[in-house]
């Protein structure tokens, strides 16, 4: 008997349950669980992100030490680099180049804490992005901030780096102050812009309303992410039924952030005093006919044309429902002469640049 060979254990088949043998709360449980592994996995990514573009400031802040202490140059990065590689054979991003873009990145935030919580917080690739196509500080604090809250891919930032969304972001015209509590206000006022820039929609520049809104419609996807993160698209052309009459807002969305609705009102030719009449109307009947109990009141957006500022001012200035008012454009706005055009790179270059990092 002690002679014999052992039996190798052949693998279990699974075991198979019946949906009526599980426990009542198996269901609640798997999709607990799976939460948070999800949850658990994406913590892992993200603090090893953290800690690599950390290692990467490290890196560059000695390089900087030394190139402004004693003067290295090119070559020696290149050394360096060489000699990296060759000691870490199975690290990624220790290129020449990505060595210059670490010691870009401690020169952009020479402040390792603001780098911890911020660059730290999104992709190496986005922070590339950054350091290339943003010069001033404020700038790219605020759209580091932006591409992690809003969770944007290199793509989404790019595009909206390049349709200026720092410059534009809480310009349009309102009457918040007076209309809403002082923290909904500064809310709400950072969720409008002008101009809205509709480039998505071609060359073509629509003369009604109605077409505006098709061809918004027909680029929904594109045209939300030009309002901005939060507002879930309800309808158009949503009925509202007032006395023996019966009117319909353009477009009607909510906003998750604000909790409430928002009236989007386009208008193809410049503002007229007359819309903001018509817009209040459009509010309180969705105050009164949609809004549930737990919202806050309904906010309108008015699109238009083209606008005198001060006209704007007077128009809103006793009126009681929140309104904002903003440009809408067909084409972006050229934010480099065509001089220093060709100084940036287009994504296509800096997405095969990176590729050899």
């Known amino acids: 008997m002690a002679n014999q060979p052992k039996r190798s254990r052949l693998p279990q088949p699974p075991v198979s349950v019946s949906a009526r043998e599980l426990p009542a709360d198996y269901v609640s ?9 999800r949850e658990g996995r994406l913590r892992v990514v993200m603090s090893a992100n953290a800690a690599m573009v950390l290692l990467y400031w490290d890196i560059g802040r000695a390089i900087l030490e030394r190139q402004q202490k004693e003067g290295w140059g090119t070559k020696v990065i290149d050394r360096l680099s060489s000699d990296l590689r060759r000691e870490f054979p199975d690290m990624q991003g220790l290129s020449p180049r990505n060595l ?9 935030w020479p402040d390792r804490q603001i ?17 290339d196509k943003i010069n001033a500080p404020d700038a790219r604090l605020w759209y580091a901030r932006k591409a992690r809250e809003e969770g944007w891919s290199r ?19 309102t009457n918040f102050p007076a209309t809403l509590p002082p923290a909904d206000s500064d809310m709400a006022a950072q969720v409008f812009k002008d101009p809205y820039l509709f480039d998505f929609l071609g060359t073509a520049d629509p ?7 098709q061809a ?11 309002l901005g993160a939060g507002f879930a698209f309800v309808g158009r052309q949503v009925p509202l039924e007032v006395g023996d009459r019966d009117f319909s807002v353009d477009l009607l969305f909510y906003h998750l952030k604000l909790r ?6 386009l208008k193809a030719g410049p503002f007229d005093p007359a819309y903001v009449g018509q817009m209040n109307v459009y509010l ?7 809004r549930h109990s737990d919202d806050k009141p309904t906010i309108g957006l008015l699109l238009c044309k083209g606008k005198d500022q001060l006209v704007v001012e007077y128009a809103l200035r006793d009126v009681h429902k929140p309104i904002g008012v903003a440009d809408w454009k067909t084409r972006l706005v050229q934010t480099l002469p065509d001089e220093l055009k060709g100084s940036l790179p287009t994504i296509e270059e800096l997405e095969a640049e990176l590729q050899q990092l």
């Open 260 to 265: 409430c609705f928002v009236v989007v009102e």
């Open 155 to 173: 793509n989404v930032l790019v595009l909206q780096i390049e349709r200026r969304l720092y410059e534009r972001q809480g310009k349009a015209i």
């Open 207 to 213: 003369r009604r309303e109605r077409e505006i809104e």
């Open 216 to 226: 918004l419609v027909d680029h929904i996807q594109r045209f939300l992410l030009e």
């Open 29 to 37: 449980l798997l999709t607990e669980l799976k939460r948070r592994i």
């Open 100 to 108: 210059k873009y670490m010691r870009a990145l401690a020169v952009a």
């Open 284 to 290: 309180s009947a969705v105050d009164d006919l949609l």
């Open 115 to 131: 780098v911890q919580q911020v660059a730290a917080q999104i992709p190496w690739f986005h922070n590339c992005i950054l350091l």
